[in-house]
């Protein structure tokens, strides 16, 4: 049995589990792997030198990616490229054969008073629950045989369950000063959530996190994105969910070059804020978004059109099924000119093998060396083999 409160139970893209643990592994170097089952994975800190339910002095393990851990209090507590959610564990609970949600929510309402009552002193749950996040792990890659992750059907009526079958005297000491917060799953920066991670229908995992960015808000770090109707390409979906994450303030009148923009579902999305977009692709842009007012298509590679269409571009977005190096390559001869201002950029890196992920901090030094000092890099719930970059100044 694991303790409460020393392990972290992480998820990822499934099929990406192997890159996960390399990268815990050799970015905590102190965290020790413990279990895995699929996409889902548990490690085990030592408290005494990792203490994240002491928010304020949270310190990390090893070395990690990005200087916001040192500096924000409201920081991650690991920073991955792979790992999707992170999970402060409260252990588990498991009814060998058990598929009824009403039995398996007794257990978790007696699991998480046991836990908290455990550590009466840690500020963690001073201002209560304010969210409850129930949701399963990624069975399958992102629209392999249909399947696109996001908050099951299975995990909604878990998540009506728990909050139904909550002891009226539990719900009361947890949430306070909002008897209905629970309703809702949308958390908002600085609140505490609860975690029911449905490993299996008979093996639920309990846990907590903080809100601290736009993917902790949503259970399971899964942006509730559905792809619109009238959206040319998957690629709508991984866009939308950049351009959410990054928060670069793309919008009205914004200028934005999209290299690698058919058929266009990426810049459906950026059309969709009222841009401007200068689509560059040597392949036929969708006729719908050829139609848009705001859209141009350089028809072309890259490397042949005159940089004279780029003039006002001030946001690079790329999205080219070529080798990273190529991709870097071509936006570094645009973020570097003199006579372009580009504030950030946003696009995918395509690991053709997953051994490339372990090329990603050079690439992040070669773009820092362009002078871009933000530089978040992730896996996002709609990249597949790939991982998505965004920069600014
Ligand atoms: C994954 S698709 C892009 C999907 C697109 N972003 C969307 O929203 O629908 C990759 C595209 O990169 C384009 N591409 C590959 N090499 C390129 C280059 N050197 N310059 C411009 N586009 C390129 C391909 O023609 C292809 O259409």
Not at 27 to 52: E, I, M, N, Q
Not at 380 to 389: A, D, G, I, K, Y
Request: charge should be negative; glycine fraction near 6%.
């Amino acid at each position: 049995m694991q303790k409460i409160f020393s392990s972290l139970c992480l998820n990822c893209q499934y099929g990406a589990q192997h890159v996960l643990k390399e990268e815990i592994s050799h970015c905590y170097p102190d965290l020790r792997f413990s279990y895995s089952r699929g996409a889902f994975s548990t490690w085990l800190f030592d408290p005494v030198r990792f203490k994240p339910l002491d928010h304020e002095t949270m310190i990390s393990t090893g070395a990690h990616c990005s200087e916001n851990h040192k500096t924000n209090k409201n920081t991650r507590l690991l920073e991955t490229v792979f790992g999707r959610s992170c999970i402060l564990s409260m252990g588990k609970i498991t009814c060998p054969g058990e598929t009824d949600p009403a039995t398996m929510t007794d257990a978790f309402w007696n699991q998480v008073v046991e836990a908290i009552d455990s550590v009466p002193e840690s500020p963690w749950f001073s201002s209560g629950i304010h969210r409850i996040h129930v949701w399963q792990p990624d069975t399958q890659e992102p629209g392999k045989h249909r399947f696109e992750p996001g908050v099951t059907s299975l995990a909604q009526e878990i998540q009506r369950k728990i909050v139904q079958n909550c002891p009226g005297d539990v719900k009361q000491r947890l949430a306070p000063n909002d008897q209905d917060a629970w309703q809702a799953i949308e958390g908002y920066l600085g609140e505490t959530c609860l975690d029911c991670i449905v490993v299996a229908p008979d093996e639920w995992w309990i846990g907590t996190h903080r809100v601290v960015d736009e993917h902790s808000r949503w259970p399971g770090g899964l942006l509730p994105l559905q792809l619109p109707s009238d959206a040319v390409s998957r690629a709508w979906l991984k866009f939308e969910e950049g351009l959410r994450w990054s928060g670069f303030p793309i919008g009205q009148g914004s200028h934005c070059v999209d290299i690698g923009s058919a058929p266009g579902g990426g810049s459906q999305a950026l059309l969709a804020r009222d841009a401007f977009v200068v689509g560059v692709d040597p392949a036929e842009m969708d006729p719908a978004v050829l139609a848009h007012p705001n859209f141009v298509h350089a028809r072309g590679k890259i490397s042949q059109l005159k940089r004279k269409l780029f003039r006002k571009a001030r946001w690079l977005l790329t999205d080219m099924n070529v080798a990273p190096s190529y991709t870097l390559d071509a936006l570094e001869e645009l973020a570097c000119r003199d006579d372009l201002s580009i504030r950030g950029m946003l696009f995918t890196l395509k690991l053709f093998d997953w051994k490339l992920a372990t090329e990603i901090p050079d690439y992040v030094q070669r773009i820092r060396s362009w002078g871009f000092s933000q530089i978040n890099v992730r896996q996002l719930q709609f990249n597949r083999q790939e991982v998505m970059v965004a920069a600014s100044r």
